[in-house]
């Protein structure tokens, strides 16, 4: 196995689950806030990829 797709699958599956958990416990005007803030989310999800790509290499 491949150290970098476990990191990047764990970092993945742990950034999904957080979405999922936060859309499904929020109230409606939050739900708004929390999708409007998605782009910053994946942002820093692509650059903490990343990151931990440098760190394993």
Do not use: F, H
């Not at 109230?27 to 942002?43: E, H, R, W």
């Amino acid at each position: 196995m491949d150290m970098k797709s476990i990191a990047k699958g764990a970092t993945v599956g742990t950034i999904a689950g957080l979405a999922c958990y936060a859309m499904t416990t929020a109230s409606p005007v939050k739900k708004y806030s929390i999708k409007k803030d998605a782009d910053k989310t994946l942002k820093s999800a692509g650059r903490l990829l990343n990151d931990l790509k440098s760190v394993l290499m």
